[in-house]
């Protein structure tokens, strides 16, 4: 990793959020800071709390208390859709591809999620979409190159294997062209060699795009080689965050894997 100058600054962040459904408290005042080029991983036991996070940051649960902020801008009261479109773009834990679609269209629902022109405006200034469709259809080309799918695009994503079909999810997201990528345990599921073609896309989201991710993932051994820096969940509380060494020799964190595996 190359060391910047300045240093890096802050793209999202949760501060304080506390989260109940009805009796069960998800998140306890839970705060995250994910930076400029960076991959950082939340990690946890099972009902930790960590889809909960993600769901926070993108908008899908609503926190009782706390505040969301995207580069200094509080985002709290926005819903999933203007989040998105400010740039934060996510995948889901399972799979959320269209079946009977080829790749390349599921890739290009990402940007139809973006264009700018609804149907009304689209009546009035044809020339305007087929522009903004062909921008689209042109950086879905460059998706379908960074992802390695060029064999693949007019492949009906239903007859694909789990991998590529996770690795197409990551395409529509990518496709929203965004300044963060959450992801939900992308690698459940996978084969060894499946899970080490993502965990290179996803160096190469931070290092060739330039984008941040933060990564919810079981996989100790990928976290601890891809991740800039680690935040520990347990109980719905943060119990450390460092990088992936202090994370490795932290008391607590052994103490709750610990905990866990003896359940
Ligand atoms: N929509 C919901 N309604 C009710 N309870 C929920 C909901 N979502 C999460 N919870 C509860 O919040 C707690 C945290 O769940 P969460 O899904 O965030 O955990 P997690 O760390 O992602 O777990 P896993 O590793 O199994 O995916 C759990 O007790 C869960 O049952
Ligand atoms: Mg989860």
């Known amino acids: 990793m190359h060391t910047p100058s300045a240093p890096a600054k802050d793209v999202l962040s949760a501060d304080r959020l506390c989260l109940r459904f009805g009796a069960v408290?998800?998140?306890?005042?839970?705060?995250?800071?994910?930076?400029?080029?960076?991959?950082?991983?939340?990690?946890?036991?099972?009902?930790?709390?960590?889809?909960?996070?993600?769901?926070?940051?993108?908008?899908?649960y609503k926190p009782q208390s706390g505040a969301v902020r995207f580069n200094g801008a509080d985002i709290s009261a926005l819903v999933p859709h203007k989040r998105a479109g400010l740039?934060?773009?996510?995948?889901?834990?399972?799979?959320?591809?269209?079946?009977?679609?080829?790749?390349?269209?599921?890739?290009?629902?990402?940007?139809?999620?973006r264009m700018k022109t609804g149907l009304f405006s689209a009546l009035l200034y044809w020339g305007r979409v087929r522009a903004e469709e062909e921008a689209f259809a042109r950086r879905a080309e460059e998706i379908i190159d960074f992802l390695e799918l060029e064999e693949r695009r007019h492949e009906i994503v239903g007859d694909m294997s789990y991998g590529l079909r996770k690795r197409v999810d990551l395409g529509r997201a990518l496709a929203l062209?965004?300044?963060?990528?959450?992801?939900?345990?992308?690698?459940?599921?996978?084969?060894a060699e499946e899970k080490g073609d993502l965990a290179r896309f996803i160096l190469d989201i931070r290092d060739g795009l330039g984008i941040p991710v933060v990564l919810v993932e079981h996989d100790m051994e990928v976290v601890m080689d891809i991740s800039d820096r680690i935040t520990v969940i347990d109980f719905g509380q943060v119990i450390?965050?460092?990088?992936?060494?202090?994370?490795?020799?932290?008391?607590?964190?052994?103490?709750?894997?610990?905990?866990?595996?003896?359940?």
């Open 87 to 113: 740039g934060i773009s996510r995948t889901f834990q399972g799979i959320q591809t269209y079946p009977s679609m080829t790749a390349r269209e599921n890739i290009l629902t990402g940007y139809h999620l």
């Open 177 to 191: 062209d965004p300044k963060i990528l959450i992801m939900d345990e992308p690698m459940a599921g996978m084969s």
């Open 25 to 60: 408290e998800a998140l306890k005042s839970v705060s995250l800071t994910v930076r400029e080029r960076e991959i950082h991983a939340v990690i946890g036991p099972n009902g930790a709390g960590k889809s909960s996070l993600l769901n926070c940051l993108s908008g899908f």
């Open 240 to 263: 450390a965050c460092g990088t992936p060494a202090e994370i490795r020799t932290n008391d607590a964190v052994i103490a709750a894997y610990l905990g866990g595996a003896q359940q």
